[in-house]
């Protein structure tokens, strides 16, 4: 039973352009939501996060946004650079400590 | 800057073995996590501990055992590894959200361990 999906296994987009990752999940009860990004031979690293009670978290490039009433969140990154090109996975936790994760999206960003 | 470290970045074993994946972090996190991650299913949770000695099954337990003896150490062992098993393992750490709100995990760089 996942939990958290991320329907796009994979998104090519150009260098500069806007890059959307999004995440849908089921469970009502999660209250905090978390990106990762996975480079190969690497673990994942944390990039942004937002709480239940919000619905836009900025961070530089980039922003997450939370449609709690769509069980929806995405990730957006402007502008995209070539270095961006990694697994993005999203997580998304019950209280305390349980977290459940997204299957995972491989971007590329060309130059 | 939080350090997880994961023992050994690749492993083969046997069929039966029992193995061995240690992890430490040394940033004083009271918990610790076991995930395998699978293409197309993302992260799964094996196990966690949230003290010295604590452990909690996660959602793919079977198979596994772990072993905190210490609070920087956490241990997952296949007691009887099999070619399912195949994976790549990664342990993480973080502080517990009852103290510090909102606390991500940080991950250590994972083992790939492969069961012939």
């Known amino acids: 039973d996942q939990q958290v999906k991320q329907n796009s296994p994979s998104l090519s987009v150009q260098e500069g352009r806007i890059s959307i990752l999004n995440c849908d999940y089921t469970?009502?009860?999660?209250?905090?939501f978390l990106w990762y990004k996975k480079y190969p031979a690497e673990g994942p690293t944390f990039l942004i996060s937002?709480?239940?009670?919000?619905d836009k978290n900025e961070d530089g490039r980039f922003t997450v946004f939370l449609n709690k009433s769509a069980k929806h969140l995405s990730l957006h990154i402007v502008p995209s650079q070539p270095g961006d090109s990694a697994v993005y996975f999203c997580?998304?936790?019950?209280?305390?400590?349980?977290?459940?994760f997204g299957a995972g999206t491989r971007l590329t960003v060309k130059p | 800057d939080v350090k997880v470290t994961q023992s050994s970045r690749y492993l083969v074993k046997r069929t039966g073995e029992k193995v061995f994946l240690e992890c430490v972090q040394d940033?004083?996190?009271?918990?610790m996590f076991w995930y395998r991650q699978d293409p197309g299913l993302g992260l799964r949770l094996i196990y966690f501990?949230?003290?010295?000695?604590?452990?909690e099954k996660g959602d793919i337990p079977e198979g596994y055992s772990v072993s905190r003896e210490k609070k920087e150490r956490f241990s997952l062992i296949l007691e009887s590894a099999s070619t399912n098993q195949t994976s790549m393992y990664l342990c993480?750490?973080?502080?517990?959200?009852?103290?510090?709100?909102?606390?991500?995990?940080?991950f250590g760089d994972g083992t790939r361990l492969s069961i012939l």
């Open positions: 937002i709480s239940s009670i919000k």
């Open positions: 501990s949230y003290d010295v000695k604590m452990k």
């Open positions: 997580a998304a936790q019950l209280p305390p400590n349980d977290m459940r």
């Open positions: 993480a750490s973080s502080f517990p959200r009852a103290i510090y709100s909102n606390q991500p995990q940080h």
């Open positions: 469970n009502s009860m999660f209250d905090y």
């Open positions: 940033m004083d996190h009271e918990n």
